[in-house]
């Protein structure tokens, strides 16, 4: 069947594993750089049983846009959508183009109870508010950060010294190759009392969690210095971004019993020397503008600000079996 050709003169299409890479640098143009492993991940997963709608917009050969609506199966029942349009193609109606086919497709898989959600880069203040009048509601803001690294080398490793110390833990680091039963228990009791994608009462998979973290990520674990030790008190997890020398904070998590007493500062600093002697020139993170105390540890660390994201959610509602499930919102073209 011949793919749709819209009136703005693209033609909708279903996504091809050849066009894999160009629709993620089209998505992250919306969901920001950090987010291209997860990405590429959702856009090629093969699990039958998953929620997996992945289109294109085409124009002579070329895409210049994306949309993808994908189970998240870390976050249990939560569907993710997001919608991105090339900056050349803008204004022109690509995104509504993309919307409405990703709609007819959702409203014959949605069920009522799903999640969806979108996380939208902090500058799109247009695209929020098209998300927002497609009934998606606003339920955080995290806040980006980057530290320079540049000829700070001297200095980066003082801090981290310093900061261990005043927390009472070394360092250490591992990968998930080595020690993932470690990683993924110790992520499991930072977890709590987080915001997540669906809300304060939805669940996090740790099995799936895996799948969120790069192959390639260094994680830094937080363990006591005292000589019995002990299961470790956190933990951050950091990795290489690719096509920049910027390394990025996958996450950084305490245990609950161990908040405010400057472990996240303690792995923080840490990270920032690791990614020094990898010859990274900054360390970007971000962070939930709710969490002071970590906000106050960027402060202090003289990170500055820099492009955050939005997370939007919507509740798909039960509806007649004659009337359509509610179109999920798509992140809107930017």
Known sequence: MRAPLTSVDVT????????????????????????????????????????????V???????????????????????????AVAESARGEGVGTALAAELRDRATRTLTPGLVLTTALRDDLDRGRQFAERHGMVLTN?????????????????????????????????????????????????????LPVPGGEAEDVDLAH??????????VLLAEPSDPEGGPALGLTIVTAQVGTDDWYTVYTGVDVNHRGRGVATALKTAALRYAYDAGATAVTTHNDDTNEPILRANRALGMTPTTGYWSLVQTVNATPASSPAPAPSPAPSI
Not at 61 to 71: D, R, S
Not at 209 to 218: D, F, K, M, N
């Open 209 to 218: 969690a895996r799948s969120v973290i790069p192959e390639r990520a260094l």
């Open 141 to 193: 803001h995290s806040v980006g950060w980057r530290f320079d690294l540049t000829g700070r080398g001297e200095e980066v490793g003082a801090l981290a010294a310093s900061a261990a110390d005043r927390a009472g833990v070394r360092v250490r680091a591992t990968d998930l190759a080595s020690d993932e039963a470690t990683v993924l228990e110790c992520v499991g009791r930072t977890l709590v009392g």
């Open 57 to 83: 917009a085409e124009r002579d050969g070329v895409l210049v846009g994306a949309a993808k609506l994908t189970t998240e199966p870390a976050n249990p029942g939560t569907v993710s959508v997001l919608v």
């Open 12 to 55: 909708i299409r279903p996504l091809r594993p050849a066009d894999v890479t160009a629709a993620v640098e089209l998505l992250v143009l919306a969901a920001g750089a950090e987010k291209r492993h997860r990405l590429t991940s959702r856009l090629t997963t093969d699990t039958l049983d998953e929620i997996h709608h992945a289109l």
